[in-house]
């Protein structure tokens, strides 16, 4: 990032705070997406973790887990197929954008 960008918009007029969200968020827009994409994809290989400490409010995953005990249900199917295919959508458009 050249700060050089940001001290140029600051001196054409723009406000610190605009000059932030002009010039400085979209560079870190790639890497801020990229790092959820990680954390979102990381968090269902420590599933055996989050079961063990979960509180009175589970995360979907363990919900999903625990009415699977109870039996398949087409909702719990559709809603585990859901978190499949937004997975695989989020992988793709972080690895589309890492490939420019």
Do not use: C, H, K, Y
């Not at 968020?25 to 959820?36: N, Q």
């Not at 994409?37 to 079961?51: D, G, I, P, R, Y």
């Not at 398949?72 to 420019?100: D, E, I, K, Y």
């Amino acid at each position: 990032f050249d700060p050089q960008l940001e001290e140029a918009a600051l001196n054409l007029g723009a406000t610190p705070l605009v000059a932030w969200f002009t010039v400085t968020l979209p560079w870190l827009l790639p890497s801020i997406f990229g790092a959820a994409a990680m954390a979102f994809l990381m968090s269902f290989e420590n599933f055996n973790t989050t079961v063990m400490l979960t509180g009175s409010d589970t995360p979907l995953t363990v919900a999903l887990f625990n009415r699977l005990r109870e039996g398949s249900t087409p909702v719990l199917n559709a809603v585990a197929l859901l978190l499949m295919v937004g997975s695989a959508l989020l992988a793709l458009l972080v690895m589309g954008r890492s490939s420019r």
